[in-house]
Each structure stands twice: as C-alpha cells, then as structure tokens.
C-alpha cells in the first residue's frame, strides 16, 4: 500500500461545476495536511494546508479532513479552464532516525476542466 | 520577489560529466530541500538541509552530494552523471519553526531545472 495515494485521472469537469480531489493516506499518526497545484512543466505551488478535522475554506477551494478515516480532499467550486492542472497531496509522515518528519507525496491526481 | 531561484534551468550532459545545481532562497528560511520530479514516481526527495551546517540523505541521494554554503543558498552536485539522472530536478525551502523536527510542509518551489543526461 503506499503512504499517500489519489486517482491519477484524468478528472475531466465542465466549466463551472464543482472538481472533487482525494488522498488517502497510510499513517495515522500524521498531522498535516497539504494540497499543491502543478501546471504542466511548471513547479508546484500550495494551494491549501490543513491541520485538523473538518473543512477549511479559501475563495473557490474548500480542503476537508478526516483522520478516522484517514482521507482529504479538495473541493473546487465553479472550476476554470484555468484550473487545469495536476494536484497533489502531501502529508506530513511520523519522524525518521532523524527526527525530522517526512513530507510524503501523492502521484497527483490531473484534473482537466472543460470549457 | 524572487522567492526560490534555480539555475540552470536547463542542461544537457553526457554520462560521466559533473555539474552543479544552484538554488538561493530570499525568504530567510532554514529548511532547503532538493527533489527529483519523474513521470509515475513523483517528487522524491534527494537531499535536504533542515538549517545552515546541516545536510541529510533524503529517498534517493546515491549519486548526488549537496552544500549548505550558507543560510540562502544549497546546491546540489553530480559528481558523474548517468542517464537515471535524467529527470526534473527542484529546490524548495520552507521555515521550521524548530529546525530538525520539521513542523511545516508549506514549501516554497524553485522553477526547476530540467536535465538531461545523453
């Protein structure tokens, strides 16, 4: 099983609807939570942290967490051509020999919006 | 606002060629980081340096070495490339709040440079 895994996609969705991302991830001991956004041939860039249970709001982005089920997703109100990219999920990992916790990376899920 | 910056941005080598990496940071964070970026694989950490005179071996470090020169600036170095170096190649950095635990996964990415080993 790997540490954090998502659909790889292709998620396709018509302009103006809501786009639905998930990441689910092994650890039970993580503790947080991060949503970057990746253009092709492009950098990452963060889009969304979140640190415990519940939903937290952004303009269009919405990240929800459940640690009992050990998921998290984001949710992109009235997506944009714009919005297409690939997303990636990372999480923060328990601590290696080093003490130092590990920040553990999805594939990505690519998200294509319609327009 | 030059946050991260990389260079080269792009470079083609032949096997057994060395280079250098740089990457300088104007955010005064501690925390720097080098990741490979390859088709199916993901990011997967190379090496990174949790404040300045540190450095440790990340996922895959074997054929990488890397310098904290000071608190802006780590390169990463390869001593004799192959073509499994072939690959994407980012510097990010992030501010720990207590060096060495590592609290934040909030990184700031460079543009990354593509190499490409012949």
């Known amino acids: 099983q790997k540490e954090v895994e998502q659909n790889s996609g292709p998620l396709s969705v018509p302009e103006g609807a809501i786009a639905s991302l998930n990441c689910t991830y092994s650890?039970?001991?993580?503790?947080?939570f991060f949503w970057y956004r990746q253009y092709s041939g492009k950098s990452p860039e963060l889009i969304m942290s979140?640190?415990s249970n519940g939903d937290k709001e952004d303009g269009r982005f919405t990240a929800q967490l459940n640690k009992a089920s050990q998921y998290v997703s984001l949710l992109i109100r009235d997506s944009q051509p714009s919005d297409s990219a690939t997303y990636l999920c990372?999480?923060?990992?328990?601590?290696?020999?080093?003490?130092?916790?590990?920040?553990?990376w999805g594939l990505g899920t690519s998200l294509a919006v319609n327009p | 606002n030059a946050g991260v910056t990389q260079t080269p941005k792009f470079q083609v080598l032949k096997t057994g060629q060395s280079m250098t990496l740089q990457c300088a940071q104007d955010?005064?964070?501690?925390?720097m980081y080098w990741y490979r970026q390859d088709p199916g694989m993901g990011l997967r950490l190379i090496y990174y340096s949790a404040s300045e005179g540190t450095t440790d071996k990340g996922e895959v470090p074997n054929g990488y070495n890397v310098s904290r020169l000071n608190k802006r600036e780590f390169s990463l170095r390869l001593e004799s490339a192959a073509p499994s170096q072939t690959s994407v190649y980012f510097c990010a950095s992030t501010h720990e709040e207590n060096a060495g635990v590592g609290l934040s996964g909030e990184l700031f990415f460079g543009e990354g440079s593509r190499l490409t080993v012949l």
């Open positions: 990372a999480v923060k990992g328990v601590r290696n020999a080093g003490n130092n916790r590990k920040l553990i």
């Open positions: 650890d039970r001991v993580s503790q947080s």
């Open positions: 979140i640190y």
């Open positions: 955010m005064n964070h501690n925390s």
